[in-house]
């Protein structure tokens, strides 16, 4: 399953996630095949799908989970490593793909209840040409602004280095703590694991944190940046100062390293997106999975609820899954489980107690999605650029009294996303510093909001807002909290100690939680696959 949401606003580049490439270990060889077979309660034989070219009885991969990591895994295998996984089954325990990507298409609307955009990273841009949606990706305008609410005003985001002397939104004493600080000039290392706070006070200054960190934090993460761990969340920006002794000592470093290196010629496939900019497809982002399970076809199985997972004598796995044709079981050379930590954790706790209890420490709290729209009109003159409602959105920071996390400016995004005459306003609300919203009804949710939005985006007299959507995400988003990468470490160091080679774990709590980093990390736990079988050479 993907992450819930990101809003992506202040972000410059998809490169501050981290990429985490787990070493498992090599067993030794299996001399013997095994084979995917599918028992039902009765002793029936379901026969499984075949792929083209690949050995219907032989599962190289089960995939558990339907949701964009699971698929992009799938979709890697068979367009990149088809000769080595040639027969790939997704599992999936609902009854459609997408996990928390869902689009709504309704009265002349077409809206996002979970992920909303994406940073159109060469990645993504691949599977979305290899899934047949070229033609269908739209770009949001490179040169619309993002906004941050502070007291009382919503304030432009730089978006280019010339940006930087005129914006509002910091002092000039700010803007000089952070660049003195991003050339060394401030303390040095604590030597323990800094959470984010620490890391941009320490480098930046408080006004970074508090102006465009802190906001994008809750944007990104619904996250409490007190406890978000720097190295886990945005493991490329905290690398910078390990390389360099400092975030511009770092990038120039890096930048030497990257020119030594011939740059592998891009695929000519691939259309061009100019600037920082986000994107999504023509009927919204469940076309990306939709189309993977078209091409996938028979191999992904929807309503497949996996009860159990055992350790064959020949290596492999056995898989028991609840279906609506009764108990199925699959036979697989190996597996991934990119379902949440906390599923993960359930099934995993009879292979190994070690990887289970570090699973279960992953935290998910809670999110909503509230979907309005309002004539145009009721946007407050103030906030329109040449007439009209332009940018990519507002994040609002906790300090400024406003209870919504942030707002996407959907209209204004993408085409065709509203009727003539209307706005259309996405709102998260909820979070790691406001669970609390478990509690209130979609009625309160929506006052909520509307009361925020009156403050500053919203004309205070204008008429209710018509209400499209409200979605409430129990276990949305994983915090990549202080200690994050030392539990995945934990789980993955139990399961390769007691032999589970060959299991692997994925999602955007490996990945990180962006929808961009979850295609990044679906091919990197797709070549992890092809690398364990290609050196074993099941056949």
């Known amino acids: 399953m993907t992450t819930l949401t990101d809003f992506s606003l202040l972000r410059s580049s998809p490169s501050i996630f981290p990429i ?8 030794p060889r299996i001399p013997k ?4 077979r599918c028992y039902i309660a009765e002793g029936r034989t379901i026969p499984s799908s075949k792929t083209d070219g690949g050995d219907s009885s032989i599962a190289d991969c089960v995939i558990v989970g339907g949701g964009i990591s699971g698929l992009c895994i799938a979709q890697a295998l068979a367009t990149k490593h088809r000769d080595i996984a040639s027969n790939v089954i997704v599992t999936e325990a609902r009854d459609q793909v997408g996990g928390n990507i869902t689009t709504v298409e309704r009265d002349g609307y077409l809206w996002e209840e979970g992920p909303n955009s994406f940073q159109p990273s060469d990645p993504i841009l691949t599977m979305a040409v290899d899934s047949g949606l070229k033609d269908d990706l739209v770009l949001g305008d490179p040169n619309a602004p993002r906004f941050v609410l502070w007291e009382g005003k919503l304030r432009p985001v730089p978006s280019k280095p010339t940006d930087l002397p005129v914006f509002d939104l910091m002092s000039i004493g700010g803007k000089l703590r952070a660049g003195l600080g991003a050339m060394g000039i401030r303390p040095p290392p604590p030597g323990h694991e800094e959470s984010v706070e620490e890391f941009v006070r320490r480098n930046l200054g408080d006004e970074v944190f508090e102006r465009l960190i802190e906001p994008f934090c809750s944007g990104v993460y619904a996250g409490d940046p007190s406890k978000l761990s720097m190295k886990a969340a945005f493991g490329r920006v905290w690398k910078l100062e390990e390389i360099g002794g400092s975030i511009i000592g770092g990038t120039f470093k890096t930048i030497q390293e990257r020119n030594k290196t011939p740059k592998p010629q891009r695929d000519p496939r691939l259309p061009k997106p100019k600037g920082q900019t986000v994107g999504s497809f023509r009927k919204g982002l469940a076309m990306l999975p ?12 929807l309503s497949w609820k996996l009860s159990s997972i055992t350790k064959l004598d020949n290596g492999g796995y056995s898989l028991a899954y609840e279906t609506p044709e009764g108990m199925v079981s699959l036979q697989s050379r190996t597996v991934v489980m990119t379902i949440p930590s906390h599923v993960a954790s359930n099934l995993l706790h009879p292979l190994s107690t070690a990887a289970a209890d570090a699973l279960s420490q992953f935290y998910y709290p809670p999110v909503a999605s509230v979907t309005v729209s309002y004539p145009e009109e009721a946007i407050r003159k103030e906030c329109l650029i040449d007439g009209e409602l332009k940018g990519f959105g507002q994040l609002h920071p906790r300090s400024q009294g406003i209870e919504t996390l942030g707002t996407i400016y959907s209209s204004a995004l993408f085409p065709n996303r509203a009727p003539a005459g209307r706005v259309l306003l996405l709102n998260y609300i909820g979070g790691a510093t406001n669970p609390g919203i478990l509690s209130k009804t979609e009625g309160e949710l929506v006052e909520a909001v509307d009361r925020d939005l009156r403050k500053m985006l919203i004309n205070p007299n204008a008429k209710d807002p018509l209400v499209l959507g409200v979605r ?11 200690g994050h990468l030392d539990l995945l470490d934990s789980a993955r160091t139990a399961l390769r100690s007691s032999g589970f080679h060959g299991l ?16 990044e990390g679906a091919y990197e736990v797709a070549a992890e696959v092809k690398d364990f079988l290609s050196q074993y050479a099941y056949n």
Not at 20 to 27: A, G, T, V
């Open 20 to 27: 985490s490439k787990p070493n498992h270990q090599i067993p």
């Open 33 to 36: 095949p095994f084979k995917l």
């Open 290 to 301: 939709e189309a993977i399970a078209t091409s996938l076809g028979t191999n992904v199985k």
């Open 472 to 482: 409430v995400w129990p276990q949305a988003i994983p915090q990549f909290l202080v």
């Open 504 to 519: 692997f774990l994925g999602g955007n709590y490996v990945s990180g939680v962006a929808l961009g980093r979850c295609v």
